[in-house]
């Protein structure tokens, strides 16, 4: 590998519309800007598999230097991923998987594990005879299925605990409501609600606040994303009973990407820390968040101080150059 002064990342986000994934292009940006040979492209693809596929073909035309991609869906998008592998472009795959195994490394947490520790916390502290609503993510994203999956394997030894009824979500709170909100009218009240992020959660805690019914209901959710209408705030507003935290993974996708263009060699599959939230651990958290929050915006405001002083010299460069006729 000769080194080159300047590679090109191209990135293909399932969309940016929810604070979950301005978070991750946020983290991607801010890492970027620590390696001077490295420059970030974002494509959107606005939840429209279609544009996502034709997006990374942009990208593979372009000869990106790395390709980072989060998947809308695992196996429409799984193709093109093999097109990309086959024109020889390293490819890292983030947070939603793609079918089989043909990319360079995933990132991202065990969403299985993220379903297990949202049932063990029901074990842990439900009474007797328990009443579960599962409200899961869109269908053929994988941290759907394998949330579930996890959830259920582990709450099916549990013979006191019953999942009454699951509810398919899209990862968006209005695709929930009007289906919670019959199940309620029915007369069922469940004991807890376990939901596959925290925007659905809360879209849940909103139904049932409509019925009255906010404190029968314990809400669980994932992503606890730290800020002001984040999963952390929402449980220590006891608005969710408890998050399971989904790190996004943006810097470390980056970070991957870096020792790839070095030569170096990778783990195939990076996994994340994953952490339930709740009452007893929240403040932690929330005061962990605030301080690498502080860490964040002092290194975006030591850049800008930089990229001010790179700007100055530039310009003096070329007075002096102006003045001594070069
Ligand atoms: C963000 C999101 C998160 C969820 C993740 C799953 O778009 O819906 O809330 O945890 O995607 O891929």
């Given at each position: 590998n000769d080194k080159r002064e300047s590679y090109l990342i191209g990135f293909s986000q399932a969309m940016t519309t929810d604070n979950w994934r301005k978070e991750m292009n946020k983290s991607m940006l801010v890492e970027t800007s620590m390696h001077p040979d490295l420059k970030l492209e974002v494509k959107d693809a606005k939840n429209d598999v279609q544009r996502q596929i034709e997006q990374i073909d942009e990208f593979i035309s372009k000869g990106v230097d790395v390709l980072i991609v989060s998947p809308i869906q695992s196996v429409p998008i799984t193709p093109v991923i093999e097109k990309a592998m086959d024109s020889g472009i390293p490819t890292i795959i983030i947070d939603r998987k793609i079918e089989g195994r043909n990319f360079t490394a995933y990132i991202g947490a065990n969403s299985t594990e993220i379903g297990r520790n949202a049932a063990k916390y029901i074990i842990s502290h439900a009474q007797d005879s328990t009443k579960?609503?599962?409200?899961?993510?869109?269908?053929?994203?994988?941290?759907?299925?394998?949330?579930?999956?996890?959830?259920?394997?582990?709450?099916?030894?549990?013979?006191?605990?019953?999942?009454?009824?699951?509810?398919?979500?899209?990862?968006?709170?209005?695709?929930?409501?009007?289906?919670?909100?019959?199940?309620?009218?029915?007369?069922?009240?469940?004991?807890?609600?376990?939901?596959?992020?925290?925007?659905?959660?809360?879209?849940?805690?909103?139904?049932?606040?409509?019925?009255?019914?906010?404190?029968?209901?314990?809400?669980?959710?994932?992503?606890?994303?730290?800020?002001?209408?984040?999963?952390?705030?929402?449980?220590?507003?006891?608005?969710?009973?408890?998050?399971?935290?989904?790190?996004?993974?943006?810097?470390?996708?980056?970070?991957?990407?870096?020792?790839?263009?070095?030569?170096?060699?990778?783990?195939?599959?990076?996994?994340?820390?994953?952490?339930?939230?709740?009452?007893?651990?929240?403040?932690?958290?929330?005061?962990?968040?605030?301080?690498?929050?502080?860490?964040?915006?002092?290194?975006?405001?030591?850049?800008?101080?930089?990229?001010?002083?790179?700007?100055?010299?530039?310009?003096?460069?070329?007075l002096v150059k102006m003045m001594i006729g070069l």
């Open positions: 579960v609503i599962e409200i899961t993510g869109l269908q053929g994203s994988s941290p759907a299925y394998d949330r579930s999956a996890g959830f259920r394997q582990t709450l099916d030894s549990i013979a006191s605990i019953k999942i009454s009824h699951t509810i398919n979500g899209d990862w968006e709170k209005a695709s929930i409501k009007k289906t919670l909100n019959k199940l309620l009218l029915s007369g069922l009240t469940p004991d807890y609600i376990f939901a596959h992020n925290d925007r659905m959660a809360l879209g849940a805690w909103e139904v049932a606040k409509s019925k009255n019914l906010q404190d029968r209901i314990k809400i669980i959710g994932v992503d606890g994303l730290f800020g002001p209408s984040g999963g952390i705030q929402l449980v220590k507003d006891k608005v969710l009973d408890a998050t399971v935290l989904y790190p996004s993974g943006g810097a470390e996708a980056i970070k991957l990407a870096s020792l790839l263009l070095q030569g170096k060699n990778v783990n195939k599959n990076n996994i994340l820390n994953t952490v339930i939230i709740d009452s007893v651990n929240v403040d932690i958290m929330q005061n962990q968040f605030n301080k690498m929050n502080e860490q964040q915006n002092d290194i975006e405001q030591q850049q800008r101080v930089i990229e001010e002083q790179v700007a100055t010299y530039k310009s003096q460069r070329n």
